[in-house]
């Protein structure tokens, strides 16, 4: 009966992203890693769930440890320059050979309908092309790169047309210029341009090496991934990756995310769990921050109670909440308010007060804080305000990296003074703006 009841839950706790996916364009890059393992027929089936949910797909598979194989039985040297293959006139031939065996082999596992499975029935429409116009790299220090290429444009309104007709497109990594010539392409750059081309909703790479080695599942802003890339410790295929979602993300693509195939259906977690499964890449303060509105009052009640208990934060009534609610700004995520922030101006003085600051703890290291009081900020200069201060009894240090300093002979306005209770023990901070 447990057991019922959980799915139960889950089908309903998914229902909200079912709804929220149908329609959208998803590009999906698949390492053939992962397309010769075991656990890539769970992601066929997977991969055929989402079409049937009426999600707009375009898969791209990587080749590169078939290109390797190929090569090598060949008695052929794979070199590389900048983490980039060379391809010359003679591996080239093998190269395309590499990419194609694996385009076959895909098409065919996404062309099974087997009795008994869920794959029963599908009637996947998989279809490929000449969508991709590739130009040499050129010589990069001195290096020519000859057959390895970039690209130069993407024919995303064919791509949106069949889309439309319910089609999957299957991309290779390779380029074909308007000379005739054939340029093989880095997957991980062709699905990001891709993604940017169509304007895609979400870009989703599908590894076989575990995504974070610290944690199954994880949000980072840009920001933060522009921190993993300066640490030397970020490995070098996660680097690349990370480098490819800053770009996406920069190029209006909602949402970027890095699964690897450890867990069967680590898809569908990240799809349609709040949990999700693997990295997360996404601009949280351009895509969800807004002012809060009277129906985010439960939200931000239920977001600040543990904090309160703590006694991290003073206990505010919902009256108190309904009065003040103008004053928040709040982000939302897939129906859930994960972070908030109030910066409540006195009535009398230019001045105005930073309260009931507080972050969802799945999202602590996605730079939210930060991005919620810069938005305080901005509010509080459009009002004309140049003063701002804070209570707090555990946070000081984090005010004071960002702007705060300490400040006892400050008098506090008036109307805060009447509800100011010294037992706190809170120090008062304050910033010019």
């Not at 004053?327 to 129906?335: H, P, R, S």
């Not at 003074?417 to 304050?430: A, C, F, H, V, W």
Request: glycine share 6%; net charge negative.
């Amino acid at each position: 009966m447990s057991n019922t009841q959980d799915y139960v839950q889950w089908f309903r706790g998914a229902a909200p992203y079912i709804k929220a996916h149908r329609k959208k364009t998803f590009v999906i890059m698949v390492s053939d890693e992962v397309i010769y393992s075991d656990r890539f027929i769970g992601l066929v089936h997977d991969i055929a769930l989402l079409n049937h949910l009426g999600i707009k797909l375009v898969i791209l598979h990587g080749s590169r440890n078939s290109i390797d194989k190929h090569l090598a039985d060949n008695q052929l040297e794979s070199k590389f320059h900048n983490n980039i293959r060379i391809t010359d006139s003679d591996t080239l031939p093998y190269v395309v050979h590499a990419i194609n065996e694996v385009k076959t082999y895909f098409e065919a596992q996404l062309s099974t309908g087997l009795p008994n499975t869920p794959m029963s029935g599908s009637e996947i429409s998989l279809i490929g092309g000449n969508f991709v116009i590739g130009m040499p790299l050129g010589v990069i220090d001195g290096v020519d790169m000859q057959h390895s290429g970039k690209v130069r444009a993407i024919k995303h309104e064919a791509i949106d047309e069949l889309l439309a007709l319910n089609h999957v497109v299957l991309l290779s990594n390779l380029g074909y210029s308007r000379t005739g010539e054939v340029f093989n392409l880095p997957t991980e750059d062709l699905a990001s341009e891709v993604a940017r081309s169509l304007k895609a909703d979400k870009l989703i790479f599908i590894r076989q090496e575990r995504a974070d080695a610290d944690s199954t599942a994880s949000t980072l802003s840009t920001s933060q991934c522009k921190s993993m890339l300066a640490d030397s410790a970020t490995p070098d295929d996660l680097r690349n990756l990370l480098q490819q979602a800053i770009l996406a993300i920069q190029a209006q693509v909602k949402r970027v995310h890095i699964i690897d195939q450890q867990v069967d259906g680590g898809l569908l977690l990240e799809l349609f769990t709040r949990d999700g499964y693997g990295i997360m890449v996404t601009n949280l303060f351009y895509e969800g921050s807004r002012t809060a509105s009277i129906d985010d009052i439960g939200g931000i009640l239920s977001l600040i109670e543990p904090l309160e208990a703590s006694g991290v934060l003073v206990v505010r009534s919902r009256e108190q909440m309904e009065l003040e609610i103008r004053y928040f700004q709040v982000v939302e995520k897939d129906g859930m308010i994960i972070g908030c922030i109030a910066c409540i101006p006195d009535k009398d003085e230019s001045i105005a007060e930073i309260a009931c600051l507080a972050v969802h703890d799945d999202y602590q290291r996605a730079g939210l804080g930060n991005q919620l009081l810069q938005s305080a900020e901005m509010q509080a200069l459009k009002h004309g305000i140049t003063q701002l201060y804070t209570l707090t009894t555990r946070t000081s240090h984090w005010f004071i990296e960002h702007g705060f300093s300490e400040n006892r002979d400050f008098a506090l306005p008036s109307a805060k003074r009447d509800s100011y209770n010294p037992e706190r023990g809170s120090k008062i901070l304050t910033k010019s703006i």
